[in-house]
Every structure is written in structure tokens, then in C-alpha cells.
């Protein structure tokens, strides 16, 4: 079975970074999307980017600019490197495995964002 592992949340003030990375294991991974998804307090979880087998990438509107995924197919990796970061940033930020059947979650990474 797929499994997705996040780290690198936490806590930042306003106009900091951080970078999220998302382990997979047990997943043909290097023809599959990837994605990075966030569900704030109260709101629906929403896509924040994704990135499918061969890099085309899609980034929702309010991240453009100020975020970056990237994966590595050698080491199932998948990142998000999150600059400029805003107090709306704030969320639980979920990694995301797609296509040929597959659609995992991950457990999720806490991201706070200090005005």
C-alpha cells in the first residue's frame, strides 16, 4: 500500500519560508502526480500545487509566485519550498499521490504563519 510521509511544517512569522517535503514509499511514483493540498480551520482543503510524471506543474492563484514544487523521482521525493509567506498560508498541508488507481494522503503537516 501507498504511503506518504510529510515533515517540515511549522511555525514562521510572516514574510519567512519553509520547505515541506513528502516521502513515498510502495507507489510507482516516477508516472504518478504529485501534489500538495492545504486545509485550513473551518474551510474546505484545497489544491495548493502539483506536479505530474514529466514537471508540468499547476499552483492555485493565491501561491503563485511565492511557492515552488519540485520532485525526484530517484528518491520519491516531492517538495514544496513556500516563500513570502501570509497568516492565510496558515494550515494543515497535505501530500497528495494520483493516477493509475492510486489516490493517497498523507497524515498531514501543520504550517503556522505569525503576522
Known amino acids: 500500500q501507498v504511503q506518504l510521509v510529510e515533515s517540515g511544517g511549522g511555525l514562521v512569522q510572516a514574510g519567512g519560508s519553509l520547505s515541506l517535503s513528502c516521502a513515498a514509499s510502495?507507489?510507482?511514483?516516477?508516472?504518478?502526480?504529485m501534489g500538495w493540498h492545504r486545509q485550513a480551520p473551518g474551510k474546505q482543503r484545497e489544491l495548493v500545487a502539483s506536479?505530474?510524471?514529466?514537471?508540468?506543474?499547476i499552483y492555485a492563484d493565491s501561491v503563485k509566485g511565492r511557492f515552488t514544487i519540485s520532485r525526484d523521482n530517484a528518491k520519491k521525493t516531492v517538495d514544496l519550498q513556500m516563500n513570502n509567506l501570509k497568516p492565510e498560508d496558515t494550515a494543515v498541508y497535505y501530500c497528495?499521490?494520483?493516477?493509475?488507481?492510486?489516490?493517497?494522503w498523507g497524515r498531514g503537516t501543520q504550517v503556522t504563519v505569525s503576522s
Open positions: 506536479i505530474t510524471s514529466v514537471g508540468t506543474t
Open positions: 510502495k507507489t510507482i511514483f516516477s508516472i504518478t502526480t
Open positions: 497528495r499521490n494520483s493516477g493509475y488507481g492510486i489516490d493517497v
